[in-house]
């Protein structure tokens, strides 16, 4: 949880790099007190392994807008709630106009007082009112991005989750094909762990060899199961935070349940020997004809096309609890937001809008094998990678965390109780307890609080392409 005294003691800088081409040029921090050319807007954008496809983005922006100047620089990560580079520009006032963000940072950042609001430049540059230019991207990324009646930042890019398989060894298997069939709907956990117990091979040792699926491996999170079982996890009537609640419980019980059935030790040593820490990405259980299913999300095409181009692969639904649940997924992502301190130009804006709409999303999704958030650019057959299109499909039934001024400390109490659960460490229900005692105190600072109008409910915009 980043805090105010963490606010006014963080420490450490971006660095800056330079990008060629258009009017894209390297970034230097201006000193202190020296106004900004208006016409120059200073970008935290995406990080060096993707600095070549945003370029792209900023080359097109350029073209249209010859005057303004981008200066890009590249910063340490902000996920996982890591705000200490934008706080020190802040307080140095070096900071930047526009900020690459984690969208579920955006409320906690906001209540910290990090990030602009961007309403009134909404009703200044596009002439209507906020609610009305937001409807332009999915719900549940604007919901992320909103604070306290305002928001605070334009949806860039967002994800879903699916399970990968490998068809080989399901043939291998004799695994009946219609299982497998997203067409079918998702498969029940009852299905899943017969697939398990079938599967699996152990040694005389009981080493495993091969292993169907690990519930906490990768995009597999406890969270995730929280949100298969339809867990809250804020009641708005009260005001209190529902980490403790009966429903939470049964999936922390669930899920201790699934970890002695699969005998961590055991399964983490199989990690470490197929997938040992810092291993070559090349290098995983899954490529490597090891492991059946392997829940994460679109962004693994582009890895299997780099790593494992002759893998025969299919991407299925998550399992669900039981028969006849509808099936589901769940979405994180990012966002271009402004922190304290932007210029708020016309130009800035411009970037901003125009990056985060349907012309620079179009240039970015692809390359990024991520999914767009604006809806237009959702509707394009051409706005995304076509090998994806099953994961821009899950948006009709996708989820999201809520956005709560919490989001990055329920983030943390659920990793905490999740680790803790694998590692048998206590028990499911002094863990509940203690993730509702470290989250739902910092809740209290904020309430009343009520989440987005229509918050987990479909996009009734959404309109979905076929390639």
Same mark, same amino acid.
């Given at each position: 949880?980043?805090?105010?005294? /963490?606010?006014?003691?963080?420490?450490?800088?971006? +660095?800056?790099? /330079?990008?060629?081409?258009?009017?894209? $040029?390297?970034?230097?921090?201006?000193?202190?007190? !020296? %106004?900004? %050319?208006?016409?120059? +807007?200073?970008?935290?954008?995406?990080?060096?392994? %993707?600095?070549?496809?945003?370029?792209?983005?900023?080359?097109?922006?350029?073209?249209?807008?010859?005057?303004?100047? &981008?200066?890009?620089?590249?910063?340490?990560?902000?996920?996982?709630?890591?705000?200490?580079?934008?706080?020190?520009?802040?307080?140095?006032?070096?900071?930047? *106009?526009? #900020?690459?963000?984690?969208?579920? @940072?955006?409320?906690?950042?906001?209540?910290?007082?990090?990030?602009?609001?961007?309403?009134?430049?909404?009703?200044? #540059?596009?002439?209507?009112?906020?609610?009305?230019?937001?409807?332009?991207?999915?719900?549940?990324?604007?919901?992320?991005?909103?604070?306290?009646?305002?928001?605070?930042?334009?949806? /860039?890019?967002?994800?879903?989750?699916?399970?990968?398989? @490998?068809?080989?060894?399901? /043939?291998?298997?004799?695994?009946?094909?219609?299982?497998? *069939?997203?067409?079918?709907?998702?498969?029940?956990?009852?299905?899943?762990?017969?697939?398990? %117990?079938?599967?699996? +091979?152990?040694?005389?040792?009981?080493?495993?060899?091969? &292993?169907?699926?690990?519930?906490?491996?990768?995009?597999?999170?406890?969270?995730?199961?929280?949100?298969?079982?339809?867990?809250?996890?804020?009641?708005?009537?009260?005001?209190?935070?529902?980490? =403790?609640?009966?429903?939470?419980l049964a999936v922390a019980s669930m899920y201790? =349940?699934?970890? !002695?059935?699969?005998?961590?030790?055991?399964? *983490?040593?199989?990690?470490?020997?197929?997938?040992?820490?810092?291993?070559?990405?090349?290098?995983?259980?899954?490529?490597?004809?090891?492991?059946?299913?392997?829940?994460?999300?679109?962004?693994?095409?582009?890895?299997?096309?780099?790593?494992?181009? =002759?893998?025969?692969?299919?991407?299925?639904?998550?399992? +669900?609890?039981?028969? @006849?649940?509808?099936?589901?997924?769940?979405?994180?992502?990012?966002?271009?937001?402004?922190?304290?301190?932007?210029?708020?130009?016309?130009?800035?804006?411009?970037?901003?809008?125009? #990056?985060?709409?349907? !012309?620079?999303?179009?240039?970015?999704?692809?390359?990024?094998?991520?999914?767009?958030?604006?809806?237009?650019? $959702?509707?394009?057959?051409?706005?995304?990678?076509?090998?994806?299109?099953?994961?821009?499909?899950?948006? =009709?039934?996708?989820?999201?965390?809520?956005?709560?001024? &919490?989001?990055?400390?329920?983030?943390?109490?659920?990793?905490?109780?999740?680790?803790?659960?694998?590692?048998?460490?206590?028990?499911?229900?002094?863990?509940?307890?203690?993730?509702?005692?470290? &989250?739902?105190?910092?809740?209290?600072?904020?309430?009343?609080?009520?989440?987005?109008?229509?918050?987990?409910?479909?996009d009734p915009n959404l309109k979905l392409p076929?390639?």
């Amino acid at each position: 949880m980043i805090d105010r005294r /963490t606010l006014l003691r963080a420490l450490g800088a971006g +660095v800056s790099v /330079t990008i060629a081409g258009g009017s894209i $040029i390297g970034c230097t921090n201006r000193p202190v007190g !020296e %106004d900004r %050319d208006p016409n120059t +807007v200073q970008l935290w954008g995406l990080g060096a392994a %993707d600095a070549e496809k945003e370029a792209q983005v900023l080359e097109a922006f350029s073209e249209q807008n010859p005057e303004v100047k &981008v200066e890009v620089s590249q910063v340490p990560s902000n996920g996982e709630g890591d705000a200490s580079s934008v706080i020190t520009a802040i307080r140095g006032r070096t900071g930047p *106009d526009l #900020y690459w963000l984690d969208r579920f @940072n955006a409320p906690q950042f906001a209540s910290l007082g990090l990030l602009e609001p961007i309403d009134g430049l909404i009703e200044e #540059y596009e002439g209507v009112g906020p609610e009305e230019f937001m409807a332009g991207w999915i719900g549940f990324a604007t919901d992320e991005l909103h604070y306290d009646g305002q928001y605070y930042g334009l949806p /860039t890019s967002t994800d879903t989750r699916g399970m990968y398989v @490998n068809m080989d060894l399901a /043939t291998e298997a004799g695994i009946d094909p219609a299982l497998l *069939d997203p067409r079918n709907g998702p498969m029940t956990y009852d299905q899943l762990w017969e697939i398990n %117990d079938s599967f699996n +091979v152990q040694d005389d040792n009981g080493t495993y060899e091969r &292993v169907t699926w690990i519930p906490w491996d990768d995009q597999a999170k406890l969270i995730m199961w929280a949100m298969a079982a339809d867990v809250r996890f804020y009641d708005e009537s009260t005001g209190h935070m529902l980490l =403790d609640s009966p429903e939470m419980l049964a999936v922390a019980s669930m899920y201790a =349940d699934w970890i !002695e059935r699969l005998d961590f030790p055991r399964m *983490d040593a199989f990690k470490a020997t197929y997938q040992p820490p810092n291993a070559p990405p090349a290098q995983t259980s899954f490529f490597s004809d090891r492991q059946l299913f392997q829940i994460t999300n679109p962004g693994a095409v582009r890895s299997l096309a780099d790593y494992k181009p =002759d893998m025969n692969y299919a991407v299925t639904h998550l399992p +669900v609890p039981a028969e @006849n649940d509808e099936p589901f997924s769940w979405s994180g992502g990012f966002a271009l937001a402004m922190p304290k301190g932007s210029s708020l130009s016309r130009p800035a804006w411009e970037l901003m809008t125009f #990056y985060a709409g349907y !012309e620079g999303q179009k240039i970015l999704m692809p390359p990024l094998t991520g999914i767009p958030t604006n809806l237009e650019t $959702i509707a394009d057959p051409e706005g995304w990678d076509p090998r994806i299109e099953f994961f821009v499909e899950l948006l =009709d039934v996708t989820r999201s965390r809520p956005p709560l001024p &919490v989001g990055t400390k329920l983030w943390d109490a659920m990793e905490t109780m999740q680790g803790s659960l694998t590692q048998a460490s206590d028990t499911p229900e002094n863990l509940v307890k203690e993730a509702q005692q470290y &989250v739902d105190p910092t809740m209290q600072q904020f309430v009343p609080f009520s989440l987005p109008e229509g918050f987990g409910e479909p996009d009734p915009n959404l309109k979905l392409p076929q390639h």
